[in-house]
């Protein structure tokens, strides 16, 4: 038996819990950023799908309310009734958490790196009042968007207008934007829209890796363009009502 020497003593393997690769990207930096530009091309999809949908305001209540009648058909008989739309809904609503999780979680990791911000595209909007603003102008539109389904797709007492109606868009949205406080909310929460979709437009470009300076112009175009149609559609719904060209 040899004394004064050490036995080497088998080394106990740890046991690894195998993980999902998504997650893993997920909670990277680059991930949480790919995440936020993916996310924020079906949100921009969004928006101006809705816009262009209430355009057919300005034809008459019959082609906006058959519109509407349209989009909950959407599908049969293969789905049911608004099957479709509540598909639709919840992929929407999806995206919609996982950009304000993302958008949340990279600000923290970068603060706890001890870096300024969520840094997208930031070369390149350094000074940008839309870049610094970029927190806010979510948050605050988001707390609209809450407001805005209340009161003209749920119905709800408090929002909603004591006319509303189920499956008559064109009137309740009339309704809603005769009441002028409720009109002018709507006008300042799409300025605001304006700015976090500028921003949105111009960094994703930046997070998905197509960032090349020789481009910059055309990024900026596109950014201005798509927040300028937005805005300037949505905009013209409640002044369009409050100024008699639409009742």
């Not at 990277?28 to 996310?39: F, H, L, Q, Y």
């Not at 919609?96 to 970068?110: K, Y």
């Amino acid at each position: 038996m040899l004394t004064g020497s050490r036995v080497a003593q088998p080394l106990r393997q740890r046991r690894i819990r195998p993980r999902f690769w998504l997650l893993d990207f997920y909670g990277s930096a680059i991930g949480k950023k790919a995440v936020m530009a993916v996310t924020g091309i079906m949100l921009l999809g969004f928006v101006l799908a809705h816009m262009l949908g209430n355009l057919h305001m300005y034809q008459d209540a019959e082609h906006m309310n058959h519109y509407g009648e349209y989009l909950r058909t959407i599908g049969e008989p293969i789905l049911p009734h608004t099957g479709a739309l509540w598909i639709l809904r919840a992929g929407l609503i999806l995206a919609f958490v996982l950009h304000i999780h993302s958008a949340a979680t990279l600000t923290l990791m970068n603060r706890q790196s001890r870096t300024v911000g969520y840094k997208g595209g930031r070369s390149y909007v350094a000074a940008n009042y839309a870049a610094r603003t970029m927190r806010w102008s979510g948050i605050i539109v988001g707390l609209y968007l809450v407001f805005h389904l209340m009161d003209l797709t749920w119905g709800t007492n408090g929002a909603a207008t004591d006319s509303f109606t189920r499956g008559q868009p064109y009137e309740n949205l009339v309704a809603s934007f005769q009441r002028e406080p409720v009109a002018v909310v709507y006008i300042i929460a799409n300025l605001l829209l304006g700015i976090h979709i500028y921003h949105g437009a111009w960094s994703l470009f930046q997070s998905l890796g197509w960032a090349n300076p020789r481009f910059n112009d055309w990024r900026r175009m596109f950014a201005i363009g798509f927040a300028a149609v937005i805005v300037i559609g949505n905009v013209s719904f409640p002044i369009a009502v409050m100024t008699g060209i639409v009742e």
